[in-house]
């Protein structure tokens, strides 16, 4: 039987591998639809590109590598409705988790990439510590955590905390645009960007271009990159790291999302790793972040091996399900997308008519890709958006000097 899980061969051949000439027969365009070309391939640009689509216009998306190749493959999934109530981003949060779950609902229930409500935990797990004896141990801590586990508090209902598995999401999401919403996935290099008169044009590397009435640059970390931007955008990556761990008795393990306050042995400063079991019968384990220069190719990204260590000394710690006998399925590193003021930038760019930025979602991007893609759908098709307010996102506060401090 196919996995609801697998990877589909069928996006493999949807998307058009770079082309010589991206010159437009001029026979084939809906000269009645809005041409929007998106930049990048992350949750971020697949979430544009599918809302944009689905309102109408024609779309083209640009990603150097693969789609999802980068922290849109390799975060965690984890989604919150209420977590960030009180920040800037709130409103965005929100309304993004409430379209995830009706995303859901339109995508066969979210099956295929492991969309599901779950509880979370926050726990303190203290390495020179022994595990509590059976008799002492809280109830509220699942049994499958077996080690030195104490104060369990319960942070997230199946109301308020849920997941999906980030790569297979953002996949299903360009297929789905693809296929019914006629999307055009093109794989190159975005080099450069010419606007004026109401137009864009975008040049890739290798001498091709795409032309649209508007551009939308969804590059992650890689914002900073791209010279056209850095002057007004200043965007930093983040590196972190995790683990995909498949114990063998997938079956003991429950859906519980843990939250750790972790004390390592040698009294260094505690660390706060987070542990994601996922339907596929996976365990995700991330954390060790620190800044670093991103490479230009996304391939290039290697994993610390220090940190992957320790994130295998924590799950080994957490749960005997999770130590030897649990094969390692991945060890990886990717980049957050920061901005100075740890607020996503969202809008059109200040003196640039026709180009739109979306990036900066640090680490919740995966939870805001929908409210972003359909907040930037309806800012770039009428001029305003209904699902979030985006004047808080505005590029426009960096070059005024604003917001640059929380
Ligand atoms: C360890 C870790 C765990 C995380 N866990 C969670 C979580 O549980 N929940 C959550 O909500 N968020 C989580 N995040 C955050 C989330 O992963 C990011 O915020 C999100 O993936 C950013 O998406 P993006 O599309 O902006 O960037 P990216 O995923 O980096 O995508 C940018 C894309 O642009 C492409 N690109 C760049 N330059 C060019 C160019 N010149 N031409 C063409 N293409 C280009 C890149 O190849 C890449 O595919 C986590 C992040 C990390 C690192």
């Known amino acids: 039987m196919k996995s609801p899980f697998s990877v589909s061969s069928r996006l493999v051949s949807i998307i058009t591998t770079v082309r010589a000439s991206m010159d437009d027969d001029p026979q084939k ?3 009645t639809k809005k041409r929007v070309v998106v930049c990048g391939g992350g949750v971020i640009g697949v979430c544009t590109a ?3 689509s689905k309102k109408g216009a024609a779309v083209t998306l640009i990603e150097q590598s693969s789609i999802a190749c980068a922290a849109s493959g390799k975060a965690g999934g984890f989604l919150a409705l209420d977590w960030c109530d009180g920040s800037p981003i709130s409103s965005l949060a929100r309304a993004s988790f409430n379209l995830h779950r009706s995303l859901a609902e339109e995508l066969n229930g979210g099956e295929s990439y492991g969309y599901r409500p779950l509880n979370t935990l926050s726990l303190s797990v203290a390495e020179s510590e022994n595990p509590p004896p059976p008799q002492s141990r809280k109830s509220t801590i699942p049994p499958w955590i077996d080690g030195p586990a104490k104060s369990p ?3 997230g209902t199946t109301e308020t905390t849920a997941q999906v598995h980030p790569q297979l999401f953002t996949r299903t999401l360009i297929e789905k645009a693809v296929t019914d919403y006629g999307v055009e996935v093109v794989i190159g290099k975005v080099k450069s960007l010419e606007t004026g008169e109401g137009k864009v044009r975008v040049v890739i590397e290798g001498g091709g271009r795409i032309d649209g009435d508007a551009v939308v640059l969804a590059l992650g970390p890689w914002t900073s990159k791209f010279t056209l931007l850095s002057s007004v955008i200043r965007i930093h990556g983040v590196k972190a790291h995790s683990i995909v761990l498949e114990p063998k ?3 003991a393990i429950t859906p519980d999302a843990l939250f750790l306050t972790y004390f390592p042995a ?3 400063q505690p660390m706060d790793p987070e542990i994601y079991p996922r339907p596929t019968g996976e365990v995700y384990v991330c954390g060790m972040s620190s800044e670093e220069e991103i490479p230009d190719d996304p391939e290039e990204i290697q994993p610390n091996m220090d940190s992957i260590g320790v994130l295998k000394r924590v799950a080994e710690m ?4 999770l130590g030897g006998e649990a094969r390692v399925k991945a060890e990886q590193a990717c980049f957050l997308p920061s901005t100075d003021d740890g607020v996503p930038v969202i ?5 640039m008519k026709g180009c739109f930025v979306a990036t900066g979602h640090s680490c919740w991007g995966i939870l ?3 409210a972003t893609g359909a907040a930037v759908a309806e800012l770039v098709l009428d001029g305003c958006s209904t699902v979030v307010d985006l004047s808080r996102f505005s590029p426009g506060r960096f070059v005024s000097g604003r917001g640059r401090r929380r």
């Open 318 to 321: 957490v749960s005997s399900h």
């Open 50 to 52: 599918y809302f944009l």
């Open 266 to 268: 040698n009294g260094g």
């Open 249 to 251: 008795e997938a079956n």
């Open 29 to 31: 365009l809906d000269q």
């Open 153 to 155: 508090k319960t942070i």
């Open 347 to 351: 809008g059109e760019v200040p003196g």
């Open 368 to 370: 805001n890709g929908p």
